[in-house]
């Protein structure tokens, strides 16, 4: 019996510490369980934005011409300093006149002659009538001195030609600048023997205000940018980048969208033209390039910092309803006033994650969102970063958003 009772306590003991253990380990596993990570979100905001499309291009010269000597002669002058500004019309070089002044002397005496010998051949035609009608001439006296006076007419008219080309010969050894722009530098010094045969480019003249830039879009985009051409004036931002990260940029339009697509690239021609008044940009520049085509309406928009990306795809991490996070694959466009926009994989108010530890933001993962202002987050970190980059001493580039205005 006492036997009994042990036993009868012993297993009494064992199944009250199994009891208690079973009701600790819930316990324990209640008290593991994670919080709630925190997390900053945002909302997915509709705006009107621009169509903005981004190119490099080449700037080109709207005018520019090789300055070629058209006759044969010594060079005398050269009258203007390489690298500046020349008006049209300017005197740049002077060929040596003496020759072609000769020739034009000559060129007139001859034409004179042959007006002497035309009047007399006219004289003569008329005394040659007069004694026909009489009987006092032949048929043949009257041909004869309608075809003498025919000649010299005809000689007249090779003796002003011959004038009008010495007049040429004389002008064109007075080279003048056929626009206003700025000269490069001369391949030609006084003394030296220029002309077609030798020496033949003197110099090169370039317009640079206004300058032009070229650019070839793939030829998918033809029919946005034939649209916007044909819909009015097509605003273009030009951005040079200079030493220290700094940039200039110049306001310009579209003003050419060729005629036909590359076969070999399927890209297309098109040409901007821009104001360059102080001169500063020169032909053959690389330069990047942003044509506002037209105005995406509604368009979903979202802080750069909610996106995350793969090798092949862009993703986003929305809190559902029920404050767990979804992970969403999605496709990106253009970037504007800090945001970027969302082409698909998002609609309009969806939560968004943009901050949280990197080690609870996954698949899943239960959340406490503190949701802000799109607008106010990029505010408030772009005065951040530009402060940063103060305190460290380096260049802070803007981002590319300027203005479109002409």
């Known amino acids: ?146 075809a003498q006076f025919k000649e010299s007419m005809a000689q007249v008219e090779s003796a002003r030609a011959q004038l009008m080309n010495a007049e040429l010969n004389l002008s064109y050894t007075d080279v003048v600048a056929p626009f206003e722009g700025r000269m490069g530098q001369t391949h030609v010094n006084v003394g030296n023997l220029v002309g077609p045969s030798s020496n033949t480019t003197l110099g090169t003249l370039v317009m640079l205000d206004p300058m032009r830039v070229v650019f070839e879009p793939a030829g998918s985009e033809l029919v946005h940018f034939l649209k916007a051409d044909s819909s009015g004036t097509v605003p273009v931002q030009v951005t040079i980048n200079e030493a220290g990260g700094s940039k200039v940029v110049f306001n310009g339009s579209l003003d050419l969208v060729n005629n036909k697509v590359t076969q070999s690239t399927s890209t297309f021609l098109a040409r901007a033209v821009f104001a360059n008044p102080d001169e500063y940009v020169l032909p053959g ?80 993962a239960q959340v406490k969102p503190t949701i802000v202002d799109s607008h106010d987050y990029v505010s408030k970190h772009q005065s951040e970063e530009k402060d940063a980059s103060k305190a460290g001493g380096t260049s802070n580039t803007q981002e590319d958003q300027g203005d479109d205005s002409q």
């Open 285 to 364: 520049l690389y330069v990047s390039i942003r044509v506002r085509l037209d105005t995406i309406k509604g368009a979903v928009m979202l802080p750069d910092a909610a996106f995350r990306s793969t090798p092949t795809s862009q993703y986003v991490y929305v809190v559902d309803s029920k404050n767990t996070l979804q992970r969403r694959t999605v496709k990106t466009g253009n970037l504007y006033n800090g945001l970027r926009q969302v082409t698909s994989g998002l609609k309009v108010g969806d939560v968004v994650v943009v901050e949280g530890n990197p080690m609870f933001v996954k698949q899943g």
């Open 1 to 146: 019996m006492h036997m009994y009772k042990s036993f009868l306590l012993g297993g009494i003991s064992l199944a009250t510490m199994a009891l208690l253990c079973g009701c600790g380990g819930s316990d324990t596993k209640a008290s593991q369980a994670p919080p709630p990570a925190p997390v900053t979100a945002v909302k997915a905001l509709s705006e009107d934005v621009p169509d903005y499309r981004y190119y490099p291009g080449i700037t080109q010269a709207v005018l520019q011409a090789d300055i070629v000597a058209r006759v044969s002669g010594y060079l005398e002058e050269r009258n203007f300093v390489e690298g500046e500004h020349v008006e049209a019309g300017q005197r740049l070089y002077l060929i040596q006149q003496a020759e072609y002044q000769a020739d034009l002397v000559q060129a007139q005496a001859q034409l004179a002659d042959t007006m002497a010998q035309a009047e007399f051949a006219r004289y003569t035609l008329e005394q040659t009538r007069s004694a026909f009608e009489g009987g006092a001439a032949t048929v043949y006296e009257l041909d004869q001195a309608s």
